[in-house]
Each structure stands twice: as C-alpha cells, then as structure tokens.
C-alpha cells in the first residue's frame, strides 16, 4: 500500500513542479513579448552590439564591418517583427497551456502506468510462496 502512495505522491510533486514551470515560462515569455515593441530601436540604435574591449584585437576589422553591415541591414526586419510581437502574446497563452495541459496527460498517465505496475509487482510477489486457499498441505 505505502509504493502506491509513494508513486502517486512523486507523481503529484512531478505535475506541480510542471504547472510551476508552464506558468512561471508563461509570465516570462508573454511579458517579452508585451514589451518587445518598445525595444525595438533602442538596441540597433544605442550600439549595444558593439564587440567587447577584450575581444577587438583578436577579431579582423573586416569581420567587424561585415557584421555592422549585417546587423544595419536586419534593422528593419527585426524592428517588424518586434513591433508585431505583442500580438502573438495570445497565441503563445495558447501554446504554452496547450503544451501543459499535453504535459499533465503523460503525467497523470505516468501514475497510472506506475499504479498498474506496482500491483503487477506486488501481486505476483504475494502470490508465489503461499498455498492456494483451502488445499490440503500433504
């Protein structure tokens, strides 16, 4: 009897260390997102992406300017894309429950397979030395 609420105990501390994964991931990510419109120029233009002090004499300045020129052409569609973000804060509410609600089933499965197994297990070893009911011992 103590496996079976062994098992089903790891299996309910699995599903709220899950819930509190999806939720804390949930807030995260669609707090990002809400504020990834107001972003979107302060990187490209405050030279945030500058190369480090420590690293320059290592890297060659063509290099440099090659990706200066990368990143200045990627501007505008990185500032696209973060000025459609906040909108895509409800579809990821969507995923992210939909995924935790998929991620609950296993779980909860995961116990039953547990439950089952374990009464395979103990069954089977209950049953193997003893006599069958009523049998005369000869």
Known sequence: MMFYVLSWFVVFVLLALWFLAAWALHAVVTWTVANAGALSGAVLDSGALALPEWLAPWVPPELVQVIA???????????????????????????????????S??????????????GFWLGRGRDSGALPPNQPVS
Not at 72 to 98: E, H, I, K, R, Y
Not at 109 to 117: I, N, R
């Open 69 to 103: 020129q990368l990143i200045a052409g990627l501007g505008p569609v990185v500032d696209t894309v973060l000025q459609a973000a906040p909108a895509l804060a409800g579809v990821l509410t969507v995923a992210t429950w939909g995924i935790w609600g998929i991620g």
């Open 105 to 118: 089933v296993l779980l909860i499965l995961l116990g039953v397979g547990m439950h089952l197994l374990l």
